[in-house]
Protein backbone atom coordinates (compact mmCIF):
# COMPACT_ATOMS: atom_id res chain seq x y z
CA UNK A 1 0.00 0.00 0.00
CA UNK A 2 0.68 3.71 -0.57
CA UNK A 3 1.06 5.43 2.75
CA UNK A 4 0.07 8.60 3.54
CA UNK A 5 2.41 11.44 4.94
CA UNK A 6 2.04 12.43 8.01
CA UNK A 7 -0.34 15.74 8.53
CA UNK A 8 1.88 18.43 9.06
CA UNK A 9 -0.23 21.32 11.19
CA UNK A 10 1.15 24.59 10.79
CA UNK A 11 -0.26 28.60 11.82
CA UNK A 12 -1.14 30.77 9.35
CA UNK A 13 0.07 34.32 9.96
CA UNK A 14 -35.89 43.47 11.30
CA UNK A 15 -35.93 41.01 13.75
CA UNK A 16 -37.14 37.17 11.75
CA UNK A 17 -39.23 35.06 13.00
CA UNK A 18 -36.97 32.73 15.72
CA UNK A 19 -37.49 29.23 15.75
CA UNK A 20 -34.05 28.49 17.86
CA UNK A 21 -33.19 31.05 20.60
CA UNK A 22 -29.15 31.86 20.00
CA UNK A 23 -26.83 32.07 23.11
CA UNK A 24 -27.09 35.16 24.39
CA UNK A 25 -23.64 35.21 25.56
CA UNK A 26 -20.77 35.70 22.85
CA UNK A 27 -19.92 31.75 22.67
CA UNK A 28 -16.70 30.98 21.39
CA UNK A 29 -16.80 27.90 19.02
CA UNK A 30 -14.44 26.37 16.53
CA UNK A 31 -15.06 26.28 12.76
CA UNK A 32 -12.99 23.52 10.36
CA UNK A 33 -13.20 23.84 6.42
CA UNK A 34 -11.31 21.85 3.48
CA UNK A 35 -9.11 24.11 1.17
CA UNK A 36 -7.20 23.36 -2.04
CA UNK A 37 -6.19 21.38 -4.63
CA UNK A 38 -8.99 18.47 -5.06
CA UNK A 39 -7.30 15.55 -4.72
CA UNK A 40 -4.84 16.67 -1.66
CA UNK A 41 -6.88 19.74 0.34
CA UNK A 42 -5.79 20.75 3.72
CA UNK A 43 -7.78 21.33 6.73
CA UNK A 44 -7.81 25.03 8.12
CA UNK A 45 -9.60 25.96 11.52
CA UNK A 46 -10.71 29.40 12.44
CA UNK A 47 -11.93 30.18 15.94
CA UNK A 48 -15.41 32.19 16.55
CA UNK A 49 -15.66 34.82 19.16
CA UNK A 50 -18.89 36.12 19.37
CA UNK A 51 -18.62 37.74 15.12
CA UNK A 52 -15.10 38.02 15.79
CA UNK A 53 -12.85 35.44 13.93
CA UNK A 54 -9.18 34.19 14.51
CA UNK A 55 -7.15 32.25 12.24
CA UNK A 56 -6.16 28.71 14.15
CA UNK A 57 -3.78 27.22 11.58
CA UNK A 58 -4.17 24.22 9.20
CA UNK A 59 -3.14 20.63 8.63
CA UNK A 60 -2.19 19.36 5.38
CA UNK A 61 -4.36 16.26 5.16
CA UNK A 62 -3.72 15.65 1.53
CA UNK A 63 -7.53 15.17 1.76
CA UNK A 64 -10.37 14.55 -1.21
CA UNK A 65 -12.28 17.73 -1.41
CA UNK A 66 -15.43 16.67 -2.76
CA UNK A 67 -15.83 13.26 -0.03
CA UNK A 68 -16.47 15.21 3.02
CA UNK A 69 -14.75 15.62 6.71
CA UNK A 70 -15.99 15.07 10.26
CA UNK A 71 -14.17 16.01 13.52
CA UNK A 72 -15.31 13.86 16.77
CA UNK A 73 -15.86 15.74 20.32
CA UNK A 74 -12.39 13.28 21.24
CA UNK A 75 -10.45 15.57 18.85
CA UNK A 76 -10.28 12.73 15.96
CA UNK A 77 -10.41 13.86 12.12
CA UNK A 78 -11.95 11.53 10.08
CA UNK A 79 -11.77 12.00 6.29
CA UNK A 80 -11.35 10.29 2.56
CA UNK A 81 -8.28 9.84 0.19
CA UNK A 82 -7.19 7.56 -2.14
CA UNK A 83 -3.35 6.96 -1.97
CA UNK A 84 -4.52 3.92 -4.25
CA UNK A 85 -6.85 4.67 -6.70
CA UNK A 86 -10.03 4.23 -4.62
CA UNK A 87 -11.08 6.27 -1.92
CA UNK A 88 -10.83 5.23 1.80
CA UNK A 89 -11.32 6.62 4.91
CA UNK A 90 -8.83 7.38 7.65
CA UNK A 91 -8.36 8.88 10.95
CA UNK A 92 -5.75 11.40 12.79
CA UNK A 93 -5.86 13.19 16.05
CA UNK A 94 -6.94 16.90 15.48
CA UNK A 95 -3.44 18.51 16.76
CA UNK A 96 -1.36 16.13 14.15
CA UNK A 97 0.01 12.72 14.11
CA UNK A 98 -0.62 9.25 13.00
CA UNK A 99 -2.85 8.57 10.21
CA UNK A 100 -4.79 5.29 10.55
CA UNK A 101 -6.44 3.23 8.05
CA UNK A 102 -9.85 2.81 8.75
CA UNK A 103 -11.37 1.29 5.38
CA UNK A 104 -9.93 -0.71 2.89
CA UNK A 105 -12.31 -1.49 0.17
CA UNK A 106 -12.07 -1.57 -3.62
CA UNK A 107 -15.20 0.31 -3.95
CA UNK A 108 -15.10 3.79 -2.75
CA UNK A 109 -16.18 4.95 1.50
CA UNK A 110 -16.61 8.34 1.70
CA UNK A 111 -18.69 11.26 3.77
CA UNK A 112 -17.61 10.38 7.26
CA UNK A 113 -20.09 11.47 9.90
CA UNK A 114 -18.93 11.23 13.38
CA UNK A 115 -21.72 9.67 16.13
CA UNK A 116 -22.14 12.07 18.96
CA UNK A 117 -20.53 10.13 21.39
CA UNK A 118 -17.51 9.60 19.05
CA UNK A 119 -18.22 5.91 19.22
CA UNK A 120 -18.94 5.46 15.54
CA UNK A 121 -18.80 6.68 12.11
CA UNK A 122 -21.41 6.43 9.64
CA UNK A 123 -20.42 7.19 6.11
CA UNK A 124 -21.73 6.23 2.35
CA UNK A 125 -19.74 3.45 0.54
CA UNK A 126 -20.22 2.39 -2.79
CA UNK A 127 -18.43 -1.32 -2.10
CA UNK A 128 -22.00 -3.32 -2.78
CA UNK A 129 -22.23 -2.16 -6.44
CA UNK A 130 -24.33 1.31 -5.88
CA UNK A 131 -24.32 3.94 -2.64
CA UNK A 132 -25.31 2.51 0.63
CA UNK A 133 -24.93 4.27 4.15
CA UNK A 134 -22.49 2.00 6.78
CA UNK A 135 -21.42 2.22 9.87
CA UNK A 136 -18.54 1.17 11.77
CA UNK A 137 -16.63 1.15 15.04
CA UNK A 138 -14.09 4.72 15.22
CA UNK A 139 -11.63 2.22 14.94
CA UNK A 140 -12.79 1.10 11.72
CA UNK A 141 -14.23 -2.60 13.40
CA UNK A 142 -17.68 -3.79 13.54
CA UNK A 143 -18.87 -2.80 9.87
CA UNK A 144 -22.47 -2.92 9.42
CA UNK A 145 -24.72 -2.03 6.23
CA UNK A 146 -27.49 0.59 7.23
CA UNK A 147 -29.34 0.85 4.16
CA UNK A 148 -29.95 -1.17 0.86
CA UNK A 149 -31.98 1.07 -1.49
CA UNK A 150 -32.16 0.81 -5.31
CA UNK A 151 -31.22 4.03 -5.56
CA UNK A 152 -28.01 5.79 -4.01
CA UNK A 153 -27.32 6.65 0.29
CA UNK A 154 -25.42 9.16 1.12
CA UNK A 155 -24.12 12.03 3.25
CA UNK A 156 -25.43 10.88 6.56
CA UNK A 157 -25.53 13.31 9.73
CA UNK A 158 -26.17 12.30 13.24
CA UNK A 159 -29.05 13.76 15.16
CA UNK A 160 -27.48 15.24 18.31
CA UNK A 161 -28.92 12.79 20.43
CA UNK A 162 -27.73 10.20 18.14
CA UNK A 163 -30.83 8.34 17.90
CA UNK A 164 -31.37 9.18 14.08
CA UNK A 165 -29.53 9.68 11.23
CA UNK A 166 -30.11 12.49 8.30
CA UNK A 167 -29.36 11.19 4.49
CA UNK A 168 -30.22 12.14 1.37
CA UNK A 169 -31.26 9.38 -1.26
CA UNK A 170 -32.99 9.38 -5.08
CA UNK A 171 -34.63 6.05 -3.54
CA UNK A 172 -38.28 6.68 -4.54
CA UNK A 173 -37.38 8.77 -8.06
CA UNK A 174 -34.65 10.57 -10.28
CA UNK A 175 -34.04 13.37 -7.90
CA UNK A 176 -32.79 13.67 -4.70
CA UNK A 177 -34.56 14.42 -1.37
CA UNK A 178 -33.55 14.46 2.64
CA UNK A 179 -34.73 11.38 4.83
CA UNK A 180 -34.09 10.67 8.37
CA UNK A 181 -33.71 7.25 9.88
CA UNK A 182 -33.33 5.46 13.22
CA UNK A 183 -29.43 4.84 13.84
CA UNK A 184 -30.11 0.98 13.44
CA UNK A 185 -31.16 2.07 10.00
CA UNK A 186 -34.59 0.82 10.89
CA UNK A 187 -37.59 3.78 10.72
CA UNK A 188 -37.09 5.42 7.38
CA UNK A 189 -39.40 8.73 6.61
CA UNK A 190 -38.87 10.98 3.56
CA UNK A 191 -38.78 14.54 5.17
CA UNK A 192 -38.74 16.44 2.01
CA UNK A 193 -40.60 15.59 -1.71
CA UNK A 194 -39.63 18.17 -4.69
CA UNK A 195 -38.97 17.44 -8.20
CA UNK A 196 -35.38 19.63 -7.85
CA UNK A 197 -32.64 18.04 -5.58
CA UNK A 198 -32.06 18.61 -1.65
CA UNK A 199 -28.16 17.73 -0.58
CA UNK A 200 -26.82 17.20 2.71
CA UNK A 201 -28.56 18.18 5.77
CA UNK A 202 -27.34 19.73 9.22
CA UNK A 203 -29.21 18.77 12.30
CA UNK A 204 -29.83 22.58 14.72
CA UNK A 205 -28.07 21.58 18.37
CA UNK A 206 -31.73 20.92 19.62
CA UNK A 207 -32.74 18.71 16.96
CA UNK A 208 -35.94 19.96 16.40
CA UNK A 209 -34.84 21.56 12.77
CA UNK A 210 -32.60 20.32 9.64
CA UNK A 211 -31.18 22.77 7.07
CA UNK A 212 -30.23 21.04 4.02
CA UNK A 213 -29.12 22.99 0.19
CA UNK A 214 -31.69 22.95 -2.69
CA UNK A 215 -31.70 23.95 -6.73
CA UNK A 216 -35.47 24.32 -6.87
CA UNK A 217 -35.49 27.44 -7.55
CA UNK A 218 -32.59 27.19 -10.15
CA UNK A 219 -29.70 27.56 -8.40
CA UNK A 220 -29.00 26.45 -4.92
CA UNK A 221 -30.10 27.57 -1.97
CA UNK A 222 -30.47 26.87 1.88
CA UNK A 223 -33.60 25.94 3.24
CA UNK A 224 -34.91 24.95 6.72
CA UNK A 225 -37.09 21.95 7.66
CA UNK A 226 -38.56 20.77 10.95
CA UNK A 227 -37.19 17.38 11.86
CA UNK A 228 -40.78 16.58 12.59
CA UNK A 229 -41.75 16.59 8.58
CA UNK A 230 -43.69 20.09 7.07
CA UNK A 231 -42.49 22.62 3.88
CA UNK A 232 -39.43 23.71 3.79
CA UNK A 233 -38.43 27.35 4.32
CA UNK A 234 -35.61 29.38 2.16
CA UNK A 235 -33.05 30.81 4.06
CA UNK A 236 -30.84 32.25 0.85
CA UNK A 237 -32.03 33.89 -2.22
CA UNK A 238 -28.59 34.54 -3.58
CA UNK A 239 -28.11 34.02 -7.63
CA UNK A 240 -25.00 32.28 -6.45
CA UNK A 241 -24.81 29.10 -4.68
CA UNK A 242 -24.76 28.42 -1.48
CA UNK A 243 -24.28 24.71 0.01
CA UNK A 244 -22.52 22.15 1.94
CA UNK A 245 -24.41 24.23 5.43
CA UNK A 246 -23.53 23.02 8.87
CA UNK A 247 -25.17 24.19 12.12
CA UNK A 248 -22.80 25.55 14.55
CA UNK A 249 -23.53 24.03 18.28
CA UNK A 250 -24.07 26.67 20.35
CA UNK A 251 -26.80 27.62 17.55
CA UNK A 252 -25.93 30.84 16.47
CA UNK A 253 -24.58 30.21 13.11
CA UNK A 254 -25.14 28.09 9.81
CA UNK A 255 -21.80 28.21 7.82
CA UNK A 256 -22.09 27.22 4.52
CA UNK A 257 -20.48 27.69 0.74
CA UNK A 258 -20.75 30.27 -1.71
CA UNK A 259 -19.21 30.46 -5.41
CA UNK A 260 -20.07 34.03 -5.92
CA UNK A 261 -16.33 34.90 -6.41
CA UNK A 262 -15.86 32.48 -9.25
CA UNK A 263 -14.64 29.58 -6.28
CA UNK A 264 -16.02 28.56 -3.10
CA UNK A 265 -15.69 30.22 -0.19
CA UNK A 266 -17.30 29.88 3.29
CA UNK A 267 -19.73 32.32 4.85
CA UNK A 268 -21.60 32.04 8.23
CA UNK A 269 -25.50 33.43 8.49
CA UNK A 270 -26.94 33.80 11.43
CA UNK A 271 -29.52 31.08 12.55
CA UNK A 272 -32.20 31.13 14.33
CA UNK A 273 -34.47 32.21 11.79
CA UNK A 274 -37.15 30.70 9.34
CA UNK A 275 -36.90 33.98 6.88
CA UNK A 276 -34.31 34.35 4.10
CA UNK A 277 -31.18 35.98 5.25
CA UNK A 278 -30.05 38.68 3.13
CA UNK A 279 -26.19 38.63 1.55
CA UNK A 280 -25.35 41.84 4.04
CA UNK A 281 -25.80 39.97 7.18
CA UNK A 282 -23.63 36.75 6.00
CA UNK A 283 -20.16 36.78 7.55
CA UNK A 284 -17.26 35.50 5.25
CA UNK A 285 -14.76 33.18 6.75
CA UNK A 286 -12.65 32.28 4.30
CA UNK A 287 -12.42 34.04 0.99
CA UNK A 288 -8.89 32.54 -0.54
CA UNK A 289 -7.77 31.81 -4.18
CA UNK A 290 -8.71 28.51 -3.93
CA UNK A 291 -11.74 26.95 -3.09
CA UNK A 292 -12.94 26.23 0.56
CA UNK A 293 -15.78 23.75 0.90
CA UNK A 294 -17.34 21.21 3.79
CA UNK A 295 -17.14 23.38 6.95
CA UNK A 296 -17.05 21.47 9.78
CA UNK A 297 -17.44 22.77 13.58
CA UNK A 298 -15.12 21.63 16.28
CA UNK A 299 -17.92 20.68 19.37
Known amino acids: PVPLPSPTPTVPSAQPAAILPPT ?44 GIAWSRQGQIAFAAAPEGHRDLFAVPAGGGTIVRLTDSPGDDIEPAWSPDGRQIAFSSGRAGNFDLYVMAADGSNLRRLTDSRGFDEWPAWSPDGR ?7 REGG ?6 MSADGGNVRRLTRHPADDWPASWSPDGRWLVFASNRDGNWNLYGVSAAGGDPFRLTADPANEQFPAWSP ?4 IAFTWDGNGQRDVYLLPAGTSTEVPADRWQAVATGKADETFPVWIR
Not at 250 to 253: A, E, F, K, Q, V
Open 175 to 180: NVDVYV
Open 164 to 170: QIAFVSD
Open 250 to 253: DGRW
Open 24 to 67: PTPAVVELAFLSGPADRAALYRQVIRGSQLFAQGSINLNALADA
